[in-house]
């Protein structure tokens, strides 16, 4: 990962992000903004900001491992000295130990018990960052909705609260499609995407699933060394295992991250997002993450089951919002709801762009 | 020279260390580039002009839960510069100016007025990838806690110039650009490597790739082909036994065959690299321990290769001359190694299309125009000034061919030619420098100048990251000093206001050696050629006059000039010693470090700084016995108290001290 992903482009910034940057640290802050807010991003840079002006007794905590060693990337680059912790290992390995200030990433994934474990481990202040919109362990695990953990104080004692509404992640392109898909959003504002990226989207068909991975692997080849930044999310693990399987047919070196349920032993979480190699996952697993170039094969339809269709659906919206500059949605058969009610101007539909010799 | 003040705030910090410069309100809301706010505060409130002050007094922000702290720019100007201020009308001591002030670090101080405000500032821009300054002007970044006075607001403003000076935006964006050129085709030339390197490092790269994708794989295993790739790849960091084998023996068979017969005659060859253990090793390490062994060697030898393409990073020495910014504002070009035609070409895209307003920033996402640009471009060239057909030309070819590629073709192009790679390299990978980096040096590419001039002009000065500018401001002083200054003299026409001590250049050095051994004439053109190729008088210059065996008819040089120049080194602004903040009671470092004042103190070395340090601890100690309720803090005043304690025994430092603080 480059420097650059890790700092601020402070021209750039706009009037809400400048005001949680340039906050003072002596108050607890609570941060809620939108997918590509630049949250994990401010949340280092508090972390960095402590260490630099009040020393090292901080903890920086999130709720997976993926996006823990992802954000140890970062932590390396801005020469933060403390370890990050995932929350089982925080919780479990090291017994919740107490420090000066304590950030927490993703706090939308989080029950109240969690929530008040982390402000009983703080010893001056917090800083929470989070989105309600992202939560995506609804029905597995009692989260607690960003605004809600104000009323966790009395008023005098309650945080500081920050809203970021501008997303600088997402190209507005694919914004446009993602809105189609997600459910619970706010509605939809074109001015709130900053991102200058123009790629328009490509919706791709091919014949099978075999057909559709072998695709994956000729665009690599063609733009060896110019996709560096490349994430394969797939619906669900035994995906991600016929998806390996045949990157590995067709000679792409990847990394995977898998889960076994049935025996937690056999499950891969070794990314490095210091190499650059495609990184093959779930979409629940790239929940946090972000990649240059997002590929998403075996697009099918959603279950019939009420509860679980809105779950595939956030799921899918997560995977999709990955991106930051191109998207390939690839699936066999007919596109299947909600992606065949996008307009179909808002995406294309081939490979390659034709175009005249001058 | 006159010193002049501006007041402002801590939060436009970082947008002074990042454009080098400090701009009227107005200029950052429509020049669209860098920052696009500026923070006024009551001492400084215009849109159209910048308050300058011409005395230095302290200021206070208001109580706020930001980091917004009081910041004073102190900025000696040139008459050329200083002719263009006006004076506040009714304020003898306020003056106007309506255009870009362009600081530098021998003539600017960044004032904070307590070390905590200084700290914060720091601490911000840490996080800051625009802010490049911050390392050249560490030592004009100060603290002076001691003023009386403050600036009177100014209420009535009334008198504010009405006009926005649109002629200066447009000279500011010039400049952003032209300085990113610079910057960028300098820092290139550092980047640049040779071609055996380069093919290490990409092996070196895909070794960790696959190794990584093994860990990660779902059956924990190699596939044959990561094997098989694993062998080829890891032969190139065999011990060298392997290689001189190789030279002899080019067919695989064989070569195999005798290195099997020496591991089966000795049961080993030391050193050898044997990919199947590896593998083992990686995939039986223990999980839980986070152990990537192969993985950490393999990274510590990227970074072995890395270091030394730096260490042989070649300095363009500024007497070469390859780039020029003529008065019409033009890029000029000076590269030998470019044919005319490819030189003209080269202007052509750098002058007329890379300039273009809508070519900034981001080149994702003006990628495909600016491939048909550059075509049409190239079209007009060829045919208009070159008189070459277009159709059929190896030009047509390869631009068209890129245009393709930008749109999900495939691209057969060779990078075999210096500026169809460079710019193609900066199409396909220009949005950030080290992936372009990165990327060129897949395709082998080893000159990396040009894709970074155009990196540079692209991005303009002020949004260069960083990270990008470090690379030119971790080389030595002396050269950082002299690039500088090419840079400022070819931007703005004239020179930067120079130290004393850095007066002169090698003419200078020169009559001083031939001053102690006039012999050294003769061999005035070598030491010239050490001097531009080691970037100035610094320790490579002296390590290069004492190994070289051309000086003094082939006996090496004289043990006395040798004793010279290891003492004469350029001090230089770039050197870390302590510069003076201006104020006597925020000094003890420098005054405690300063050479000359030591030497005037020597005899009472220890005494002295006990006594300085014991002095400003009670000047500044309110509850002090012996300075309570004084309040006159001013640098004569305090200076006077200092030459009388114990008795004027500290008579001999007033001459000094009243000459630096100029009391």
């Known amino acids: ?358 | 020279m006159k010193k002049y003040y501006i007041p402002t705030s801590s939060l436009n910090f970082n947008n002074i260390l990042s454009s080098e410069s400090i701009s009227p309100k107005v200029f950052y809301q429509v020049r669209s580039f860098g920052y696009g706010r500026w923070v006024s505060i009551p001492e400084n409130p215009f849109d159209n002009s910048i308050v300058l002050y011409d005395e230095l007094c302290s200021f206070r922000r208001p109580q706020s839960s930001f980091e917004d702290h009081p910041l004073l720019i102190e900025i000696s100007l040139d008459k050329s510069v200083e002719s263009t201020l006006s004076r506040l009308p009714e304020h003898e001591h306020i003056f106007l100016c309506n255009h870009t002030i362009y600081i530098d670090p021998w003539s600017t101080r960044l004032i904070f007025f307590t070390d905590s405000d200084k700290i914060k500032a720091l601490s911000l821009s840490d996080s800051s990838i625009e802010t490049k300054f911050v390392k050249l002007y560490e030592q004009k970044i100060v603290v002076v806690k001691h003023l009386a006075s403050s600036y009177v607001r100014i209420e009535n403003p009334k008198n504010e110039i009405q006009s926005v000076n649109n002629d200066e935006i447009e000279k500011d964006k010039r400049i952003n650009r032209l300085k990113g050129f610079l910057y960028g085709y300098y820092i290139g030339a550092i980047l640049s490597a040779s071609k055996k390197d380069i093919v290490k490092l990409n092996k070196a790269r895909e070794i960790r790739n696959i190794l990584v994708a093994i860990l990660s794989s779902l059956d924990r295993r190699a596939t044959l082909q990561q094997q098989e790739r694993l062998k080829d790849l890891y032969a190139a960091f065999q011990p060298p036994l392997f290689s001189k084998l190789s030279a002899i023996i080019s067919e695989k068979r064989m070569f195999d065959d005798v290195i099997s017969v020496i591991r089966k005659e000795y049961g080993y060859i030391p050193d050898e690299i044997d990919v199947n253990k590896i593998i083992s090793q990686l995939l039986n390490m223990p999980m839980h321990l986070g152990a990537k062994n192969p993985i950490e060697d393999i990274n510590a030898k990227i970074r072995q290769i890395e270091d030394t393409i730096s260490k042989s990073a070649h300095l363009i020495s500024v007497n070469e001359e390859q780039v020029i910014v003529c008065e019409d504002s033009r890029i000029k070009l000076n590269i030998e190694e470019l044919s005319d035609k490819d030189k003209k070409l080269c202007m052509a895209w750098v002058n007329e299309v890379l300039v273009k307003d809508g070519y900034t920033g981001k080149i994702s996402t003006f990628k495909d125009v600016l491939s048909d640009d550059i075509t049409i471009k190239a079209k007009e060239v060829y045919e208009s000034d070159l008189n070459i057909k277009w159709k059929g030309s190896s030009s047509e070819l390869i631009l068209n061919a890129l245009r393709r590629h930008v749109r999900g073709s495939e691209y057969s192009y060779m990078w075999n030619n210096a500026i169809y790679s460079s710019i193609s390299a900066l199409i396909m990978c220009g949005d950030d420098w080290q992936k372009l980096l990165e990327y060129m040096q897949g395709k082998e590419m080893t000159d990396y100048r040009l894709a970074y001039a155009m990196y540079g002009i692209i991005n303009g000065f002020a949004n260069l990251p960083r990270d990008f500018t470090d690379v030119l401001f971790s080389q030595e002083k002396t050269y950082i000093a002299e690039v500088y200054r090419e840079f400022y003299g070819q931007l703005f026409g004239r020179d930067v206001v120079r130290s004393k001590s850095e007066l002169g250049g090698f003419d200078d050095l020169m009559a001083k050696i031939v001053s102690i051994c006039r012999g050294a004439q003769r061999d005035e053109v070598r030491y010239k050629e050490l001097y531009i190729q080691s970037g100035g008088s610094n320790q490579k210059f002296i390590d290069a006059v004492k190994n070289d065996r051309l000086l003094n008819k082939g006996k090496g040089v004289q043990k006395t000039i040798k004793d010279f120049l290891s003492k004469n080194k350029s001090a230089s602004l770039f050197d870390e010693t302590y510069q003076s903040t201006g104020q006597f009671l925020d000094d003890f470092n420098f005054l405690s470090n300063n050479v000359e004042l030591n030497d005037i103190m020597k005899q009472i070395a220890k005494e002295w700084k006990g006594d300085l340090e014991w002095f400003i601890n009670e000047y500044n100690n309110p509850d002090s016995t012996y300075y309570k309720g004084k309040k006159l803090t001013d640098n004569y005043t305090v200076i006077q108290k200092f030459i009388q304690l114990k008795g004027n025994k500290y008579k001999d430092a007033e001459h000094f001290l009243r000459k630096t603080y100029n009391c």
Request: net charge positive; with cysteine.
């Open chain 1, 1 to 358: 990962m480059a420097k650059k992903d890790w700092m601020i482009i402070e021209s750039e910034l706009d009037e809400d992000q400048l005001k949680v940057l340039m906050a003072t640290n002596d108050k607890s802050c609570l941060v809620s903004g939108c997918a590509g807010s630049g949250k994990s991003v401010l949340a280092l840079i508090k972390a960095q900001r402590i260490q630099k002006e009040k020393g090292n007794n901080y903890q920086i905590i999130v709720f997976t491992k993926a996006l823990c060693n992802y954000m140890n990337a970062g932590r390396k680059i801005l020469g933060l000295q403390r370890d990050f912790y995932h929350h089982w290992y925080w919780q479990n390995r090291m017994r919740k130990p107490k420090a000066d200030y304590v950030i927490v990433d993703e706090i939308q994934d989080f029950t109240r018990e969690e929530i008040q474990e982390f402000i009983n481990a703080t010893n001056k202040n917090f800083f929470f960052f989070g989105d309600t919109a992202q939560s995506i362990y609804q029905g597995l695990k009692e989260t607690m909705p960003v605004k809600g953990i104000n009323r966790l104080f009395p008023i005098d004692k309650e945080p500081k609260n920050f809203t970021l509404y501008r997303n600088y992640r997402l190209p507005l392109p694919v914004a446009r499609i993602a809105q189609y898909v997600g459910i619970d959003l706010e509605a939809f504002d074109e001015k709130t995407y900053k991102s200058k990226e123009t790629a328009i989207p490509k919706f791709i068909r091919y014949n099978s699933f075999d057909e559709q991975i072998n695709a994956i692997a000729r665009i690599l080849k063609l733009k060896q060394g110019i996709l560096s930044d490349v994430g394969i999310l797939l619906p669900h693990n035994n995906d991600v295992r016929n998806a390996s399987t045949l990157l590995n047919k067709y000679g792409i070196n990847h990394e995977v991250k898998y889960e076994d349920k049935e025996d937690w032993r056999s499950g891969i979480n070794t990314l490095d997002f210091n190499t650059s190699n495609p990184k093959v996952m779930t979409y629940h697993s790239a929940k946090g993450l972000q990649f240059e170039t997002v590929f998403l094969p075996g697009i099918v339809s959603f279950s019939d089951d009420a509860n679980q269709n809105i779950s595939e659906r956030k799921a899918l919206y997560v995977a999709l919002t990955r991106t930051y500059r191109d998207l390939y949605v690839m699936y066999s058969g007919t596109l299947p709801v909600p992606l065949n009610i996008v307009p179909s101007n808002l995406y294309t539909i081939s490979e390659t762009e034709i175009v005249k010799d001058i």
